[in-house]
């Protein structure tokens, strides 16, 4: 099918857009819509070659934001004629495995997962419903970064907790980012040179949120993040891993709502929590006591879980980085993985601090090959879209 996919990423306080065709592999557009809600805002807008089309104003809220989109577009072109919109949904729950047409079902169902990604699905689904009202008639797919994980065996999402919450709650693991793993994991195949049903791999996407994945075959075995998108490695915001009993205990020592812990945890927490800041560049410009212990809590956690997801594969065929930390940060990816030699695993200091795009970052020859892959959400989104309004099943 011919024609452009306009994909949107709605973010708390932010839309990312971009117009992809998935069949000459062209991105007539993208742009990026900032600080929405907040006194100042602003609009970048790149078509073709030329400069961008920026615009500096407030933009009280996503409907605004979106409307400003449509203005640049009409500005700077090209014309906006979308076949079909793709939405990056964060939480699917059990009940999407696979991009899906949205209409009014599927938009409650959304609605009724908001309370297991309280910082993603909501902003998706106002993104899901403006996008209605703007392009009328034209297909909205939404692709869910849940659905990856959704051949995780019992023993990888189930939890020890009581029966009831279980079966009548769904409490699991579902697990995020597999919009980037599905991505990045067939690229990775494409860098080795061999079939992905074959691979063990192992995906360290590192950015603001930030999870591992073991793959074996293309198929999700274990992920760090689990019932929400909270749980695992420390992130911008995010703790990642606590005790489960800590909400309990600030209850009874300071007299704290859940909630309130759980939002604590999410927003106040990470590296934020730890330096002051959830920029990984400005806690590496830093040369402090509480940056240097900042960096060496998040380098250890990632290389707990890579020790784990070693031994659960059993064997690795690759390491592969991506995300923003990920594929920029030298210095994060030569201490995350310190000490694995013995596993193989071991980045050449040369490699790993030049290059660009995807390539090896580990010596010739290693025994477990290390590479950086930048993600493209955009064109997963994009891909999965197009086969679903080509004829492919809903999910």
Not at 309 to 337: I, K, N, Q, S
């Amino acid at each position: 099918m011919a024609g452009h996919i306009l994909v949107l990423n709605t973010g708390s306080s932010s839309i990312k857009y971009e117009l992809v065709d998935v069949l000459t592999h062209e991105r007539p557009a993208r742009g990026l819509i900032e600080r929405i809600g907040e006194r100042s805002g602003r609009l970048t807008h790149h078509a073709g070659d030329g400069p961008p089309y920026v615009r500096e104003r407030p933009f009280p809220d996503h409907g605004d934001g979106l409307d400003a989109m449509m203005e640049a577009f009409a500005a700077a072109g090209p014309a906006l004629d979308p076949v079909a919109v793709g939405h990056r949904v964060v939480h699917g729950g059990v009940r999407f495995d696979g991009p899906v047409l949205v209409d009014d079902e599927v938009v409650a169902v959304i609605e009724e997962l908001a309370p297991l990604a309280p910082l993603h699905n909501p902003v998706n689904l106002g993104g899901i419903r403006l996008a209605r009202k703007a392009f009328p008639g034209v297909p909205q797919v939404a692709v869910f970064d849940t659905a990856f994980h959704r051949t995780l065996p019992p023993e990888a999402y189930t939890y020890a907790v009581p029966r009831d919450w279980r079966e009548e709650l769904g409490v699991r693991r579902f697990g995020f980012h597999g919009t980037s793993c599905a991505y990045v994991s067939r690229r990775a195949a494409a860098v080795l040179g061999r079939d992905l049903a074959e691979l063990n791999l192992i995906v360290l996407h590192l950015g603001n949120g930030a999870s591992v994945t073991a793959i074996s075959g293309g198929r999700s075995v274990d992920t760090s993040m689990g019932l929400t998108p909270l749980e695992g490695l420390v992130m911008g915001t995010r703790s990642g891993d606590v005790d489960p009993g800590l909400a309990g205990y600030l209850a009874r020592t300071s007299g704290a709502d859940p909630q309130q812990v759980e939002q604590d945890l999410s927003r106040r927490g990470g590296l934020l929590a730890l330096a002051g800041t959830l920029d990984m560049r400005e806690v590496r410009a830093r040369d402090d006591d509480e940056a240097r212990l900042a960096l060496r809590i998040y380098t250890r956690r990632i290389r707990k879980y890579v020790g784990a997801y070693y031994a659960l594969l059993g064997r690795v065929d690759a390491l592969v980085f991506t995300g923003g930390v990920g594929e920029h940060d030298a210095a994060t990816r030569a201490e995350a993985l310190a000490g694995l030699d013995r596993l193989g695993i071991a980045v050449d200091p040369v490699l790993n601090s030049a290059g660009d795009g995807e390539r090896a970052v580990s010596a010739a020859g290693a025994e477990v090959p290390v590479l950086v892959v930048p993600t493209d959400e955009e064109w997963e989104i994009a891909s999965q879209a197009l086969a679903l309004i080509s004829g492919g099943s809903q999910g």
